[in-house]
């Protein structure tokens, strides 16, 4: 029995729902414990591909059950239309199949409404959010004015939060951002209709998990974004509003940290980054353009390019300290099939100096150059291969270079976009 945090180690989209969509299989549970529908979790199973934004990876397998937790931001209209889209499929999400933790915050359509304006009037520094009012809800949060999942079921306490909350925000966008102010009565209206749709989801997710945990039942968290954009250990500013790191699967759960034995960090064979930034190893030459075609580089959210480089180990070693990573899990190694050279960046160089750490300022970070490692490329398919023994030489030890600087064991390999697509070297579950 094993409960098991999978995070991404790089700047999100390193194929997080690939790898929980598999892990699932020996879980009981599956719960998101951070971010909101900024995430964009992309599955092929059987050929069918599926994207989540909110509901967690592991909701394809029939006998399991999806838990939302206290510390993601639910947008409510995205929550239903993502079961609505389920439902269209022949998959019926119920209460049985999904609970909505009474601690999660909403989303509210003055947190999109701001997180809009505020990039707008930012201008050439924006930091390319999602737009999705991920932001702002948190700031709620933390100013202490959110609106809860719980608020729901007090129609007349809502009603007062939801007019005290625009008071301020419509300031805002009429003052500061220029932009139309929004009306209460829709929102109250809207949010009181959602409260029937919902409520029947909502239950206490740690009280749930405290219980499956005692049956030595397995649960799983999945992790929404990438460390490096951890608001408090990512490339700030230029990050999102919540800590995607592991340690937050026991805050943004409710479950004491001792609760979690394995730490899967999913590492991209090559880096990737949607948004505005610093990217030391960042391409923008032709093998940047060959990575982005080849790996089919678009946000899963926004449908924007995402910016490719080489892989940085340096960001990898960095998520591996914050994580405490138990194991590794390399994903999309087939796209960098048919390249000559691989560069691995294993420093970074700063006025003359060598780096082995990333740099908390800005400043520093923006004026880095990456110090490369070269290795040889393979041409060979690797897309069916099922053991580290079937894939050529230099693959293997692109693996075990990686392996081998940060100091953790690959569990995982994945080779292409399919469930069936991956080497299992170990299992995270077998581990405690
Ligand atoms: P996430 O946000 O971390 O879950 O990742 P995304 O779903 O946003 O992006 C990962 C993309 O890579 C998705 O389109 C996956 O289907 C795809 N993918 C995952 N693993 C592999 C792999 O090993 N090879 C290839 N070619 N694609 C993969
Ligand atoms: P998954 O879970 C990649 C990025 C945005 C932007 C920054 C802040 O699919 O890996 P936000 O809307 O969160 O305030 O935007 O964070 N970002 C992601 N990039 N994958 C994600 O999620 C992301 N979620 C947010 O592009 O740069
Ligand atoms: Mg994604």
Same mark, same amino acid.
């Given at each position: 029995?094993?409960?098991? *945090?999978?995070?991404?180690?790089? @700047?999100?989209?390193?194929?997080?729902?690939?790898?929980?969509?598999?892990?699932?299989?020996?879980?009981?549970?599956?719960?998101?414990?951070?971010?909101?529908?900024?995430?964009?979790?992309?599955?092929?199973?059987?050929?069918?591909?599926?994207?989540?934004?909110?509901?967690?990876?592991?909701?394809?397998?029939?006998?399991?059950?999806?838990?939302?937790?206290?510390?993601?931001?639910?947008?409510?209209?995205?929550?239903?239309?993502?079961?609505?889209?389920?439902?269209?499929?022949?998959?019926?999400?119920?209460?049985?199949?999904?609970?909505?933790?009474?601690?999660?915050?909403?989303?509210?359509? =003055?947190?999109?409404?701001?997180?809009?304006?505020?990039?707008?009037?930012?201008?050439?520094?924006?930091?390319?959010?999602?737009?999705?009012?991920?932001?702002?809800?948190?700031?709620?949060?933390?100013?202490?004015?959110?609106?809860?999942?719980?608020?729901?079921?007090?129609?007349?306490?809502?009603?007062?939060?939801?007019?005290?909350?625009?008071?301020?925000?419509?300031?805002?966008?009429?003052?500061?951002?220029?932009?139309?102010?929004?009306?209460?009565?829709?929102?109250?209206?809207?949010?009181?209709?959602?409260?029937?749709?919902?409520?029947?989801?909502?239950?206490? *997710?740690?009280?749930?998990?405290?219980?499956?945990?005692?049956?030595?039942?397995?649960?799983?968290?999945?992790?929404?974004?990438?460390?490096?954009?951890?608001?408090?250990?990512?490339?700030?500013?230029?990050?999102?509003?919540?800590?995607?790191?592991?340690?937050?699967?026991?805050?943004?759960?409710?479950?004491?940290?001792?609760?979690?034995?394995?730490?899967?960090?999913?590492?991209?064979?090559?880096?990737?980054? *949607?948004?505005?930034?610093?990217?030391?190893?960042?391409?923008?030459?032709?093998?940047?353009?060959?990575?982005?075609?080849?790996?089919?580089?678009?946000?899963?959210?926004?449908?924007?390019?995402?910016?490719?480089? @080489?892989?940085?180990?340096?960001?990898?070693?960095?998520?591996?300290?914050?994580?405490?990573?138990?194991?590794?899990?390399?994903?999309?190694?087939?796209?960098?099939?048919?390249?000559?050279?691989?560069?691995?960046?294993?420093? =970074?160089?700063?006025?003359?100096?060598?780096?082995?750490?990333?740099?908390?300022?800005?400043?520093?970070?923006?004026?880095?150059?990456?110090?490369?490692?070269?290795?040889?490329? @393979?041409?060979?398919?690797?897309?069916?291969?099922?053991?580290?023994?079937?894939?050529?030489?230099?693959?293997?030890?692109?693996?075990?270079?990686?392996?081998?600087? *940060?100091?953790?064991?690959?569990?995982?390999?994945?080779?292409?976009?399919?469930?069936?697509?991956?080497?299992?070297?170990?299992?995270?579950?077998?581990?405690?």
């Amino acid at each position: 029995m094993a409960n098991v *945090v999978v995070i991404g180690t790089q @700047w999100g989209d390193e194929g997080k729902g690939k790898v929980v969509d598999l892990l699932t299989a020996h879980a009981s549970r599956v719960v998101r414990f951070q971010g909101g529908n900024n995430a964009g979790h992309t599955l092929v199973v059987d050929g069918e591909k599926s994207i989540f934004h909110l509901i967690p990876s592991g909701i394809l397998y029939p006998d399991k059950r999806c838990l939302i937790g206290n510390g993601v931001v639910v947008d409510p209209e995205v929550l239903l239309e993502e079961i609505k889209g389920l439902f269209e499929r022949g998959i019926k999400v119920d209460p049985q199949r999904l609970g909505l933790s009474e601690r999660a915050h909403l989303i509210m359509p =003055y947190h999109k409404a701001i997180d809009i304006a505020r990039e707008k009037a930012k201008g050439a520094s924006k930091i390319g959010t999602t737009g999705r009012g991920i932001g702002p809800c948190y700031e709620d949060k933390v100013a202490r004015v959110g609106i809860r999942a719980v608020d729901l079921a007090e129609p007349e306490s809502l009603d007062d939060k939801i007019k005290a909350n625009l008071k301020e925000k419509n300031f805002c966008l009429a003052n500061l951002f220029e932009s139309e102010p929004l009306a209460y009565e829709p929102i109250a209206e809207r949010y009181r209709s959602l409260s029937h749709e919902l409520s029947p989801f909502i239950v206490d *997710v740690s009280i749930e998990l405290d219980e499956a945990i005692r049956r030595k039942e397995n649960v799983l968290f999945e992790g929404a974004q990438g460390t490096l954009l951890d608001v408090d250990h990512g490339t700030y500013p230029f990050v999102t509003s919540s800590n995607p790191v592991a340690a937050n699967a026991s805050i943004g759960a409710g479950i004491g940290p001792k609760r979690l034995d394995s730490i899967v960090g999913i590492v991209k064979a090559y880096s990737t980054r *949607v948004g505005a930034g610093p990217f030391v190893s960042e391409l923008t030459d032709e093998i940047g353009d060959y990575l982005q075609e080849k790996g089919q580089e678009f946000g899963a959210t926004t449908g924007r390019r995402r910016r490719c480089g @080489w892989l940085d180990l340096v960001v990898v070693r960095y998520s591996t300290r914050l994580n405490g990573l138990t194991h590794l899990a390399i994903t999309k190694l087939d796209v960098l099939t048919g390249l000559d050279t691989l560069n691995l960046c294993i420093a =970074y160089e700063h006025q003359g100096d060598t780096l082995e750490n990333v740099p908390p300022q800005l400043s520093t970070l923006n004026n880095c150059s990456p110090i490369y490692q070269a290795m040889e490329g @393979w041409h060979e398919d690797i897309s069916g291969a099922r053991a580290l023994e079937e894939l050529p030489k230099n693959a293997q030890a692109y693996v075990k270079r990686i392996e081998g600087f *940060v100091g953790v064991p690959v569990s995982i390999v994945s080779v292409g976009p399919g469930r069936e697509q991956t080497i299992v070297c170990t299992n995270p579950f077998d581990s405690s």
